[in-house]
C-alpha cells in the first residue's frame, strides 16, 4: 500500500498450508536456521497514522503465529533483523536488541509514518531491550504486551494493558510435547554413533566375528539404549511437573531407572550380574543426560541453576557409564 | 501448574535505595519475581527467577543487577568446551533458535 514515506508490504492474516507445513518441518529441526523473513515495515489490513506499532522477530514461525491473531485488525509491523531466531532467544543474544530497534525505527522512519509515539513489543523481548533508551534515542515509548500472541487482541482492545496471568510464563504439556521434536532429531548423530559402537562391540565380543552374531548381540543393548534416550529427551519433559526433585537430570535419573526395572522383568533369569549392574547404572545415566539437555527449551531454569546442576549431574554420569562399562567387562573375563 | 528449579543460586540482587518505583521490573519479569508492596518494590519469588535479565536492562536507576544469561546445559557444555581451549570470560550463548 501506499504511505507517506513509500510503498508498504501488506500481509495476509491467514495461514496457508506452506505456512503450516513451514512450521512443522522447523519444529523438527529441519533447515530450522533458514526459516526468516525480510526485516522491516509491514502492513496488516488497512492501517492510519494513528494505528498501532507491533515489533517482532524476523523467525518466519514467530511471525506467522503473530500475523494469525490479527486478523481483522488495522496495524503496523515492524520486523527486527534476528536472523531467522525468536524473540525470547533473540532478546536473549542481543539482536532483538535496543540497537537494532533504534536502527530500524530510524531506517524506516517510522516517526514519519505514525501520529502516535508508542510502539508495542513482546514482553519476552524485554531482556534484549531497554526501553527507557529506546524513548531516548527514538522518542517512542516502549509497551510491554502480553508473553504468547493469542492474548494479544485481548491486550489490543484492552487499552494496551496486560493481565497479571498473561505476564506469566507457562510450560504447559502442549508447550512441551511441541518442542520434543527438536531435542529427538538433535540426539540423532551421537546416536549413530553409539548404535555403532555397540554394534562393533557386539561383533568383537563374540568367538569369531560375523556379521549375525554382531547384530544379534547389538540387538538388545541398542534397543536398551534408544528407550533410555526416549525416557529422557521424550518421556521426561512430558511427565516433568510429576517427577520428584528439581534438577532435569535427577528427574531423568529416576526414569530411566524404571526403564531397566522394565527391561530387567523379562530379562533377569537370563542374563548375568554383571549385565544386570551396568543396565542400572547405564541406562538411568542415558536419561540422565538427555532430560539435563531439555533444560535449554524450559521456561524456568536459571544459568546459576544449570552451571550448579551439571556440575554434579555431569561426573556422576560419566562414573554410572564407566562403571557399567566396568561391569560388563569383568563379567567378560571373569 | 508452577515449576520450580533449584533453590539459592540465582544472582539477583535489588538495592532499594536507588530504586524509583517506576514499576518496570514487574511488568517485564516473566515468574512475577518482583512485587509493588506498599511504598517499596520487594523480591517477592526470588527462587523463581530464570536470570533472564529483562528487570536490569529496563530498570532506568539501575537499581537491579543480575548475571543474566541460558539456563541451558547445551550451552554450557559449550561453554565449558571453549574455555578448555583458550581462557577468558565470555557470554554463555546458546546456538538454536
New interface residues.
Given amino acids: 500500500m501506499e504511505t507517506s514515506i513509500g510503498r508498504v508490504a501488506r500481509i495476509s492474516t491467514h495461514m496457508g498450508l506452506r505456512d503450516k507445513l513451514g512450521g512443522c518441518r522447523v519444529r523438527w529441526g529441519i533447515r530450522?536456521?533458514h526459516?526468516n523473513v525480510p526485516a522491516g515495515l509491514y502492513a496488516v489490513g488497512h492501517p492510519t497514522p494513528e494505528s498501532p506499532v507491533l515489533v517482532t522477530a524476523n523467525?518466519k514461525l514467530s511471525f506467522d503465529l503473530l500475523r494469525r491473531e490479527l486478523s481483522g485488525r488495522d496495524l503496523w509491523l515492524l520486523v527486527l533483523e534476528t536472523f531467522?531466531?525468536?524473540v525470547w532467544?533473540a532478546?536473549?543474544?542481543g539482536t532483538f536488541g535496543t540497537a537494532e530497534l533504534i536502527n530500524r525505527v530510524q531506517k524506516v522512519q517510522l516517526d514519519k509514518l505514525v501520529k502516535h509515539r508508542t510502539i508495542i513489543l513482546p514482553?519476552?523481548g524485554?531482556?534484549?531491550?531497554?526501553?527507557?533508551k529506546v524513548k531516548k534515542g527514538t522518542g517512542f515509548k516502549v509497551k510491554?504486551g502480553p508473553?504468547r500472541a493469542n492474548d494479544l487482541p485481548l491486550f489490543l482492545s484492552n487499552g494496551l494493558k496486560a493481565s497479571?496471568e498473561n505476564?506469566?510464563?507457562q510450560?504447559?504439556l502442549r508447550d512441551r510435547l511441541i518442542l520434543t521434536p527438536?531435542e529427538l532429531v538433535g540426539a540423532w548423530k551421537p546416536s549413530l554413533i553409539i548404535l555403532l559402537l555397540i554394534f562393533v562391540i557386539g561383533g568383537l565380543s563374540g568367538q569369531d566375528f560375523s556379521l549375525q552374531g554382531a547384530l544379534s548381540r547389538s540387538l538388545s543393548p541398542a534397543l536398551i539404549y534408544l528407550g533410555a534416550l526416549l525416557m529422557g529427551s521424550f518421556v521426561t519433559p512430558i511427565l516433568?511437573?510429576w517427577i520428584p526433585g528439581?534438577?532435569?537430570s535427577l528427574k531423568g535419573a529416576q526414569i530411566g531407572f524404571l526403564w531397566a526395572l522394565i527391561v530387567s522383568l523379562p530379562l533377569a533369569s537370563t542374563w548375568s550380574v554383571g549385565s544386570i549392574i551396568a543396565l542400572f547404572l547405564i541406562a538411568p545415566a542415558i536419561a540422565a543426560y538427555f532430560a539435563?539437555?531439555f533444560?535449554?527449551c524450559?521456561?524456568?531454569?536459571?544459568?546459576?541453576?544449570?552451571?550448579?546442576?551439571?556440575r554434579i549431574a555431569v561426573p556422576v554420569i560419566i562414573l554410572c557409564t564407566v562403571a557399567g562399562g566396568v561391569a560388563l567387562m569383568l563379567d567378560k573375563f571373569l | 501448574?508452577g515449576?520450580?528449579?533449584?533453590?539459592d543460586?540465582?544472582?539477583l540482587e535489588l538495592d532499594s535505595d536507588k530504586c524509583t518505583l517506576c514499576g518496570?521490573c514487574t511488568?517485564?519479569?516473566?515468574?512475577?519475581v518482583f512485587a509493588l508492596d506498599g511504598s517499596s518494590i520487594r523480591i517477592l519469588e526470588r527462587n523463581?527467577?530464570?536470570?533472564?535479565?529483562?528487570c536490569a536492562?529496563?530498570c532506568?536507576a539501575e537499581a537491579v543487577t543480575v548475571?543474566?544469561?541460558?539456563?541451558?546445559?547445551?550451552?554450557?557444555?559449550r561453554d565449558w568446551f571453549r574455555r578448555s581451549g583458550n581462557s577468558g570470560e565470555g557470554d554463555?550463548?546458546?546456538n538454536?533458535?
Wanted: glycine residues 10%; hydrophobic residues 40%.
Fill in positions: 530450522r536456521m526459516y523467525y531467522g531466531i525468536n532467544c532478546a536473549g543474544k514482553q519476552l524485554a531482556s534484549g531491550v531497554a526501553a527507557h510491554y508473553i497479571e505476564r506469566r510464563i510450560f504447559t527438536v516433568l511437573p528439581r534438577a532435569f539435563m539437555n533444560t535449554g524450559s521456561t524456568f531454569t536459571s544459568l546459576s541453576g544449570v552451571q550448579k546442576e551439571m | 501448574m515449576f520450580h528449579y533449584l533453590k543460586v540465582v544472582t518496570m511488568k517485564v519479569c516473566v515468574h512475577g523463581d527467577c530464570m536470570e533472564c535479565g529483562a536492562m529496563n532506568p548475571r543474566a544469561g541460558v539456563g541451558c546445559a547445551w550451552a554450557i557444555f554463555i550463548q546458546c538454536c533458535s
